[in-house]
């Protein structure tokens, strides 16, 4: 199943999201109503609670009284920090319960109001946030919903800002026009993105490329490779494996096609198969089939071998690398990035290189290392560097 993490401040509009997804066929879970489940009146969540903070969070039908529970811990860090030893890990059990009981191929959208908070976000396929500018927010809140203005600006600012939730966010949603402009957006990511991607996930199938065209340099890259090594470090965990950013993307100020290169690191290559392709392809990155490998430099007999991984999501093309650590492969992918960061001359050369490659061949997979000479000669070059730099990987 897709895992969707849905997100948004308060008044936000996230609910008319929500309730559209379901309207397409996703199954919801929603965390503030499993919140409330979990602490009902006779559950085990209620009595602790109780224990905790004596029956003066407790309303006259003996139901939880939020307001009152509200007063004891919101000026109190050590008493909202065992508040949530008590609720959290009940709602993290109870939404695995409603995940589990989802069918495989259903898309399971988690609405969660402190998702990024909590920095849940890794956990999820894809997030996906509704973002709104704070007047019309607090226009909805006090004007629709009946709530004091200063109460309402509290509100908003005990959240994450938007800039916060952005960087946390795979797609963003802005919800500043009319109801049917909402709607129509979230029509478009569920029949563009979500369906495609749970298709892919399900068949373990990498989503189609697109046409490699060089695009302009994306001060985002960075920012995209940072949300894709956290899904992937979560999916791995326990193992502790290094992780880099790699590849044309992982250079300031280069163009270079719009994907990203992802190195992962493991003891062997033995240990890249089994049960660490298992987990990165139920996280979203199945391995593409055959054999892979990289040229070795300088040019000479011989390859260097490699797992070749991509992106079930086709609104995030990935293509995920996975070396022996300290193999030669391995440190030329370090060593090519460092150098080029390091080095404006060559990046330019770099650029226009790769813009000549994609033009000559524009519907080649290039996953591997090129056999321009340019590679050779750079390669040589970076050794240079590291040598009188003291450069290590």
């Known amino acids: 199943m897709l895992r969707v993490g849905l997100t948004g401040g308060i008044g936000s509009g996230k609910s008319a999201v929500a309730a559209r997804l379901v309207e397409l066929g996703a199954v919801l879970i929603d965390a ?58 009940r709602v993290r059990a109870r939404t695995a319960e409603l995940m589990a009981a989802a069918a495989p191929d259903a898309i399971v959208v988690n609405d969660v109001p402190l998702l990024v908070e909590v920095g849940l976000a890794p956990t999820y396929h894809l997030v996906v946030v509704v973002q709104t500018a704070v007047a019309t927010r607090l226009d909805r809140l006090t004007r629709l919903r009946g709530m004091d203005r200063v109460e309402a600006e509290r509100r908003i600012a005990a959240q994450a800002d938007d800039a916060r939730r952005r960087a946390a966010a795979d797609v963003v949603l802005t919800n500043d026009a009319s109801l049917g402009a909402l709607h129509a957006a979230v029509d478009a990511l569920w029949r563009r993105r ?58 300031s100020g280069s163009a270079a ?31 593409v089939p055959g054999h892979w490998w990289d040229d070795p430099r300088p040019a000479g007999p011989g390859r260097w071998e490699k ?63 090129a056999r321009d000479p340019w590679f050779d000669e750079e390669y040589l070059r970076a050794e240079q560097w590291a040598e009188q730099t003291g450069w290590r990987p």
């Open 32 to 89: 503030d109503r499993v919140a409330r489940e979990v602490v009902a009146p006779g559950s085990e969540g209620l009595a602790e609670i109780v224990a905790a903070f004596s029956d003066r969070v407790l309303d006259a039908d003996g139901a939880l009284d939020r307001a009152a529970l509200g007063a004891v811990v919101f000026a109190d860090e050590a008493a909202r920090r065992r508040l949530e030893a008590i609720t959290h890990p």
């Open 194 to 251: 979500l369906q495609p991607y749970e298709h892919n996930l399900r068949e373990r199938r990498v989503a189609p490329p697109g046409q490699g065209e060089v695009a302009r340099s994306d001060p985002s890259w960075p920012e995209q490779y940072a949300r894709l090594a956290a899904r992937i470090r979560h999916a791995l965990a326990p193992a502790d494996l290094r992780i880099d950013h790699i590849g044309a993307t992982a250079v």
């Open 257 to 287: 096609a719009d994907v990203i290169d992802v190195q992962v690191a493991v003891p062997t290559l033995a240990d890249a198969d089994g049960t660490l392709a298992d987990r990165l392809a139920n996280a979203g990155f199945p391995r």
């Open 307 to 369: 797992r070749l991984h991509g992106s079930a999501d086709p609104g995030r093309p990935v293509r995920l690398h996975v070396r022996a650590a300290d193999s030669p492969g391995w440190r030329y992918a370090l060593l090519m990035r460092d150098h080029l960061r390091a080095d404006p001359d060559q990046r330019a050369a770099y650029l226009m290189l790769k813009r000549d490659l994609v033009e000559a061949a524009p519907h080649v997979d290039g996953s591997g290392t």
